[in-house]
């Protein structure tokens, strides 16, 4: 049974920084891409941030490159978001999903998701 659980959210003012972790279980971690999405109240699912399976190839929504970076860590079954500079719009859940190839997929193409952790960003 693959599991994600992210952690490291929680309540920064703007300009601040978070980083959050996502740790899988139950599957070969380093064969698959990961991916960070996040869900804004009142608003969709959008694509925040991909990595495929070696960490060589990176992928960012318009919206945050150049703030935010995606790692990994293959000993650790983790992968990271660090988000610099943070805004008030980027206060949503944030979650990490996974999904059943080593590519970064299409944004729908996602098997695996985790249960979300809150950011909330004060201006």
């Known amino acids: 049974q693959v599991q994600l659980v992210e952690s490291g959210g929680g309540s920064v003012q703007a300009g601040g920084s978070l980083r959050l972790s996502c740790v899988v279980s139950g599957r070969t971690f380093w064969r698959y891409a990961m991916g960070w999405f996040r869900q804004a109240p009142g608003k969709e699912r959008e694509f925040v941030a991909a990595v495929d399976w070696s960490g060589g190839r990176l992928s960012y929504a318009d919206s945050v490159k150049g703030r935010f970076t995606i790692s990994r860590d293959n000993a650790k079954n983790t992968v990271y978001l660090q988000m610099n500079s943070l805004k008030a719009e980027d206060t949503a859940v944030y979650y990490c999903?996974?999904?059943?190839?080593?590519?970064?997929?299409?944004?729908?193409?996602?098997?695996?998701w985790g249960q979300g952790t809150q950011v909330t960003v004060s201006s």
């Open positions: 999903a996974t999904p059943n190839t080593g590519s970064i997929p299409r944004a729908l193409d996602y098997d695996y």
